[in-house]
């Protein structure tokens, strides 16, 4: 079905068109005709299913710039809120780009940058404003921005704007737009909290859930490399030295963390860098585009800072840690596996992580395929069936040196699943279908 079958404009069906869209994706035809009548909308979808030009293009069109309202300065007529900053200047880059013959007034209102040039977009005409909470905030608070002629409202990653703990920040928000608008809910689940929030500020939504919750992406080959801690960061170089070098996300839980392994895998030779929220924005925003144009091999990130990045043509993402919460897990492999093109998400999995393990099986609703790294075989002994002791804790991490298959002198954490063995690139033999080294992004297209 052509994008004009679903009510768009001309000038937006030619936007898309260049962007070499073919069809729309399944959000997309389902959420356009209802966003164009005006409705309220409740979608449960994932960052990769095309969600941004699902809301973007009926927004814009609904707008009519040309032909209408005309607010004064620092009066947006439609509000995009999203969690990270990341995200937020992504979707003024698809604002752009979808609007390119429409040509919106676009302002990105972010933390971590100076308040300067933020200051001077407000002082123009905007048409759509796209920000993150807190700084959106001290913008009111100076009252440089009034959010009194905002017609359309968009909540993207809704779901993570409350696990970042924006509720108190969205609600203040809220309370300051016209209750006469229109307003659209992404989020990738539909957990109570987000039944909640919907409840309150949507009035009569259409509710649309285009993809089974919580299952990743189809064309991501997932594959557990049982491994002992210590030993970890040695597996990922080896992985990463092995055969083709791919460009890899690679997710730590702590900012700490992500430093450190960056600093191991350069010493390993390998170009690295680390994105997470102690960073200041620039190197932010540095680390992502070498790692976009493929200056480095590398980008090592924490949950929050990765979240929502659209780096379409990531081969592999590894799990360097698994997440707390199982549902990460799943943002996380669907950062690879998009717009269409495989993936592989490698998670390196310690014995004091198996019952993290356990929980993402249960929320996939099956088991991962699990294999033993030739030379890194854990040395509590993965094939023993007995379970894992429930004070096992991780060992002490420290400069991994070649793995010599010695068991610690304490009473080590044993790995219940049986695993085969393969040698360190077999799993990415497997994936000589993949694209070739250089990231494409959305950012290119602009
Ligand atoms: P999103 O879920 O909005 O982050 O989009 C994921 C990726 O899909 C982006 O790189 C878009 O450029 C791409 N995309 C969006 N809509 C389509 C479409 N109809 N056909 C092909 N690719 C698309």
Redesign the pocket.
Known sequence: MPFVALGLVADLARAVAA?G?T???PI?SQAIPMILAGRDLLAAAQ???????AFTLPLLQRLQIHEGRVLPAGRPRALVLTPTRELAAQIADSVRVYGRHVAPRTALLVGGVSMGPQFDALRRRVDVLVATPGRLLDHLSQKTVSLAGVEILVLDEADRMLDLGFLPAIRRLLALVPKRRQTLLFSATFAEPIRQLAGDFLHDPAVIDVAPRNAPADRVEQQVHPVDSEHKAALLSHLLSAGERDATLVFTRTKHGADRLSRQLERDGIRTAALHGNKSQSARTRALDDFKQGRIQVLVATDIAARGL?I?QLPRVVNYELPHVPEDYVHRIGRTG??GHAGLAVSLVSADEVSRLHGIQRLLGRQLPSSVVEGFAPSGGRRSPAPVAPDARRHPTHRAGPPTGERPASSPPRWPARSETVSGDSSRRRHHHNPPRRVAT?GDRA
């Open positions: 962007q869209y069809a729309p994706t997309q960052t990769g299913t095309g969600k941004t030009a659209d379409v998009r717009a959305t």
